[in-house]
Protein backbone atom coordinates (compact mmCIF):
# COMPACT_ATOMS: atom_id res chain seq x y z
CA UNK A 1 0.00 0.00 0.00
CA UNK A 2 1.30 3.47 -0.93
CA UNK A 3 1.75 5.99 2.11
CA UNK A 4 3.41 9.04 2.17
CA UNK A 5 3.63 11.13 5.88
CA UNK A 6 4.54 14.53 6.09
CA UNK A 7 6.24 15.98 9.03
CA UNK A 8 7.84 19.19 10.29
CA UNK A 9 4.90 21.41 10.24
CA UNK A 10 3.98 24.05 12.63
CA UNK A 11 3.73 27.77 13.87
CA UNK A 12 6.84 30.04 12.69
CA UNK A 13 7.28 33.70 12.75
CA UNK A 14 7.23 35.79 9.33
CA UNK A 15 10.68 35.80 7.86
CA UNK A 16 11.42 32.65 9.72
CA UNK A 17 12.63 28.90 8.00
CA UNK A 18 10.62 25.46 8.16
CA UNK A 19 11.82 22.21 6.64
CA UNK A 20 8.93 19.63 5.47
CA UNK A 21 9.99 15.58 5.35
CA UNK A 22 7.83 13.50 3.65
CA UNK A 23 8.52 9.23 4.06
CA UNK A 24 6.95 7.32 1.23
CA UNK A 25 6.88 3.59 1.35
CA UNK A 26 4.58 0.81 -0.38
CA UNK A 27 6.46 1.75 -3.76
CA UNK A 28 10.05 2.04 -5.16
CA UNK A 29 10.47 5.85 -4.57
CA UNK A 30 13.43 6.30 -7.02
CA UNK A 31 10.79 5.15 -10.20
CA UNK A 32 8.55 8.41 -9.44
CA UNK A 33 8.78 12.05 -9.28
CA UNK A 34 7.42 13.77 -6.47
CA UNK A 35 5.70 16.79 -5.32
CA UNK A 36 4.47 19.42 -3.27
CA UNK A 37 1.34 20.94 -3.11
CA UNK A 38 -0.39 23.55 -0.78
CA UNK A 39 -4.08 24.45 0.33
CA UNK A 40 -4.24 27.95 1.81
CA UNK A 41 -7.19 28.48 4.27
CA UNK A 42 -10.35 28.57 2.31
CA UNK A 43 -8.65 29.02 -1.09
CA UNK A 44 -8.00 26.43 -3.56
CA UNK A 45 -5.28 23.77 -4.25
CA UNK A 46 -1.37 25.43 -5.36
CA UNK A 47 1.07 23.00 -7.06
CA UNK A 48 3.99 24.69 -5.69
CA UNK A 49 7.12 22.41 -6.61
CA UNK A 50 8.29 18.91 -8.47
CA UNK A 51 11.67 16.91 -8.51
CA UNK A 52 12.16 14.46 -11.18
CA UNK A 53 13.40 10.68 -9.72
CA UNK A 54 17.10 11.54 -10.11
CA UNK A 55 17.10 14.86 -9.25
CA UNK A 56 18.01 15.88 -12.66
CA UNK A 57 14.32 18.01 -12.89
CA UNK A 58 13.29 20.70 -10.61
CA UNK A 59 10.58 22.79 -10.82
CA UNK A 60 9.16 25.63 -8.66
CA UNK A 61 6.23 27.81 -8.66
CA UNK A 62 6.89 31.22 -8.87
CA UNK A 63 5.25 32.50 -5.43
CA UNK A 64 8.00 30.25 -3.74
CA UNK A 65 10.92 30.99 -6.39
CA UNK A 66 14.09 31.12 -4.23
CA UNK A 67 12.80 30.94 -0.77
CA UNK A 68 11.87 26.84 -1.13
CA UNK A 69 14.06 24.01 -2.44
CA UNK A 70 12.66 20.45 -2.93
CA UNK A 71 15.00 18.04 -2.51
CA UNK A 72 14.57 13.85 -2.14
CA UNK A 73 16.86 10.80 -0.57
CA UNK A 74 16.01 8.07 -2.71
CA UNK A 75 18.02 5.69 -0.20
CA UNK A 76 16.00 7.02 2.78
CA UNK A 77 12.31 6.91 0.89
CA UNK A 78 11.85 10.44 1.67
CA UNK A 79 11.41 13.86 -0.07
CA UNK A 80 12.12 17.47 1.68
CA UNK A 81 10.75 21.04 1.23
CA UNK A 82 13.27 23.88 3.11
CA UNK A 83 10.92 26.68 3.56
CA UNK A 84 12.72 29.80 3.83
CA UNK A 85 11.87 33.52 3.94
CA UNK A 86 8.14 32.40 5.33
CA UNK A 87 5.56 34.88 4.56
CA UNK A 88 1.55 35.31 6.31
CA UNK A 89 0.37 33.95 2.56
CA UNK A 90 2.61 30.73 2.82
CA UNK A 91 -0.24 29.88 5.67
CA UNK A 92 -1.55 26.29 4.37
CA UNK A 93 -1.90 22.36 4.54
CA UNK A 94 1.32 21.09 2.43
CA UNK A 95 0.59 18.03 1.18
CA UNK A 96 3.56 15.51 -0.31
CA UNK A 97 2.25 13.75 -3.55
CA UNK A 98 3.43 11.26 -5.84
CA UNK A 99 3.59 11.99 -9.66
CA UNK A 100 2.61 9.57 -12.07
CA UNK A 101 5.57 10.74 -14.45
CA UNK A 102 9.29 10.38 -13.59
CA UNK A 103 10.59 13.42 -15.53
CA UNK A 104 8.43 16.47 -15.69
CA UNK A 105 5.34 17.33 -13.27
CA UNK A 106 1.94 15.11 -14.44
CA UNK A 107 -1.22 14.10 -12.02
CA UNK A 108 -0.47 12.81 -8.82
CA UNK A 109 -1.82 9.44 -8.01
CA UNK A 110 -1.10 9.58 -4.15
CA UNK A 111 -1.15 12.18 -1.68
CA UNK A 112 -0.24 12.09 2.35
CA UNK A 113 -2.48 13.85 4.78
CA UNK A 114 -0.88 17.14 4.53
CA UNK A 115 1.19 18.86 7.89
CA UNK A 116 -0.33 22.73 8.39
CA UNK A 117 2.23 25.48 8.18
CA UNK A 118 0.96 28.77 10.07
CA UNK A 119 2.93 32.06 9.75
CA UNK A 120 2.46 34.30 12.08
CA UNK A 121 3.71 36.37 15.01
CA UNK B 1 0.17 30.19 -16.78
CA UNK B 2 -2.43 28.30 -17.90
CA UNK B 3 -5.69 29.41 -16.02
CA UNK B 4 -8.73 26.75 -15.37
CA UNK B 5 -11.98 28.35 -14.76
CA UNK B 6 -14.58 25.54 -13.27
CA UNK B 7 -17.98 25.83 -13.11
CA UNK B 8 -20.19 25.99 -10.83
CA UNK B 9 -18.62 27.02 -8.30
CA UNK B 10 -21.35 24.47 -5.95
CA UNK B 11 -24.20 22.35 -6.95
CA UNK B 12 -26.97 20.58 -5.10
CA UNK B 13 -27.98 16.90 -6.64
CA UNK B 14 -30.49 14.54 -5.73
CA UNK B 15 -28.82 11.22 -4.78
CA UNK B 16 -29.45 8.94 -8.18
CA UNK B 17 -29.32 11.48 -10.17
CA UNK B 18 -26.74 13.55 -12.51
CA UNK B 19 -23.97 15.43 -11.34
CA UNK B 20 -22.19 17.37 -14.39
CA UNK B 21 -19.21 19.53 -13.59
CA UNK B 22 -17.81 21.53 -15.87
CA UNK B 23 -13.49 22.75 -16.18
CA UNK B 24 -12.28 25.33 -18.90
CA UNK B 25 -8.66 26.13 -19.54
CA UNK B 26 -6.97 29.10 -20.76
CA UNK B 27 -5.20 27.55 -23.60
CA UNK B 28 -5.66 23.57 -25.17
CA UNK B 29 -4.03 21.20 -23.55
CA UNK B 30 -4.13 18.69 -26.06
CA UNK B 31 -0.68 17.61 -27.07
CA UNK B 32 -0.38 17.38 -30.70
CA UNK B 33 2.49 14.58 -30.25
CA UNK B 34 0.59 12.27 -28.64
CA UNK B 35 -2.97 13.05 -29.32
CA UNK B 36 -3.31 13.48 -25.42
CA UNK B 37 -5.50 15.98 -23.18
CA UNK B 38 -3.13 16.51 -19.99
CA UNK B 39 -5.91 17.03 -17.58
CA UNK B 40 -6.90 15.37 -14.43
CA UNK B 41 -9.65 15.52 -11.95
CA UNK B 42 -9.49 15.06 -8.22
CA UNK B 43 -12.10 14.25 -5.50
CA UNK B 44 -11.42 15.97 -1.90
CA UNK B 45 -13.48 15.00 0.74
CA UNK B 46 -13.34 16.94 3.99
CA UNK B 47 -10.66 16.22 6.50
CA UNK B 48 -9.02 14.07 3.53
CA UNK B 49 -5.92 14.82 0.94
CA UNK B 50 -7.54 15.09 -2.35
CA UNK B 51 -7.83 11.60 -4.18
CA UNK B 52 -7.24 10.94 -8.23
CA UNK B 53 -10.43 10.09 -9.88
CA UNK B 54 -9.32 10.54 -13.71
CA UNK B 55 -6.68 11.65 -15.52
CA UNK B 56 -5.66 11.77 -19.70
CA UNK B 57 -9.22 13.55 -19.31
CA UNK B 58 -10.75 10.19 -19.40
CA UNK B 59 -8.86 7.35 -17.96
CA UNK B 60 -10.49 6.10 -15.01
CA UNK B 61 -7.90 5.70 -12.32
CA UNK B 62 -7.71 2.05 -10.96
CA UNK B 63 -10.98 1.34 -8.02
CA UNK B 64 -12.66 4.50 -8.93
CA UNK B 65 -16.26 3.73 -9.51
CA UNK B 66 -17.63 3.78 -13.61
CA UNK B 67 -20.39 6.24 -12.18
CA UNK B 68 -17.34 8.94 -12.63
CA UNK B 69 -16.55 9.58 -15.93
CA UNK B 70 -14.71 12.65 -17.83
CA UNK B 71 -14.93 13.80 -21.26
CA UNK B 72 -13.85 17.13 -23.52
CA UNK B 73 -11.18 17.95 -25.40
CA UNK B 74 -8.86 21.05 -26.23
CA UNK B 75 -9.97 23.59 -23.35
CA UNK B 76 -13.23 21.75 -22.60
CA UNK B 77 -13.90 19.53 -20.34
CA UNK B 78 -16.66 17.81 -18.20
CA UNK B 79 -16.53 15.48 -14.99
CA UNK B 80 -19.66 13.82 -14.68
CA UNK B 81 -21.33 11.83 -11.99
CA UNK B 82 -23.81 9.71 -13.17
CA UNK B 83 -25.82 8.08 -9.99
CA UNK B 84 -24.63 10.83 -7.30
CA UNK B 85 -24.30 8.42 -4.06
CA UNK B 86 -24.01 9.84 -0.47
CA UNK B 87 -20.35 8.86 -0.55
CA UNK B 88 -19.88 11.52 -3.23
CA UNK B 89 -20.15 14.70 -1.52
CA UNK B 90 -16.80 16.61 -1.79
CA UNK B 91 -15.08 19.22 -3.77
CA UNK B 92 -13.89 18.22 -7.42
CA UNK B 93 -10.67 19.88 -9.12
CA UNK B 94 -9.77 19.93 -12.73
CA UNK B 95 -6.15 20.47 -13.20
CA UNK B 96 -3.69 20.76 -16.03
CA UNK B 97 -0.24 19.06 -16.29
CA UNK B 98 0.19 20.02 -19.96
CA UNK B 99 2.46 22.78 -18.87
CA UNK B 100 4.88 23.87 -15.87
CA UNK B 101 3.45 24.95 -13.38
CA UNK B 102 0.36 22.58 -13.22
CA UNK B 103 -2.53 24.33 -12.35
CA UNK B 104 -5.75 23.62 -10.39
CA UNK B 105 -9.26 24.67 -11.18
CA UNK B 106 -10.73 26.68 -7.92
CA UNK B 107 -13.06 23.63 -7.36
CA UNK B 108 -16.52 22.60 -7.60
CA UNK B 109 -18.46 21.64 -4.10
CA UNK B 110 -21.12 18.71 -4.41
CA UNK B 111 -24.07 18.19 -2.23
CA UNK B 112 -27.15 16.13 -1.82
Known amino acids: EVQLMESGGGLVQPGGSLRLSCAAS????????MGWVRQAPGKGLEWISF????????KYADSVKGRFTISRDNARNSLYLQMNSLRGDDTAVYYC??????????????WGQGTLVTVSS | DIVMTQSPDSLAVSLGERATIDCKSS????????????LAWYQRKPGQPPKLLIY???TRESGVPDRFSGSGSGTDFTLTISSLQADDVAVYYC?????????FGGGTKVEI
Open chain 1, 97 to 110: ARDAEWELPHYLDY
Open chain 1, 26 to 33: GFTFSNFG
Open chain 1, 51 to 58: VSRSMRTI
Open chain 2, 27 to 38: QSVLHSSNNKNY
Open chain 2, 56 to 58: WAS
Open chain 2, 95 to 103: QQYYSVPPT
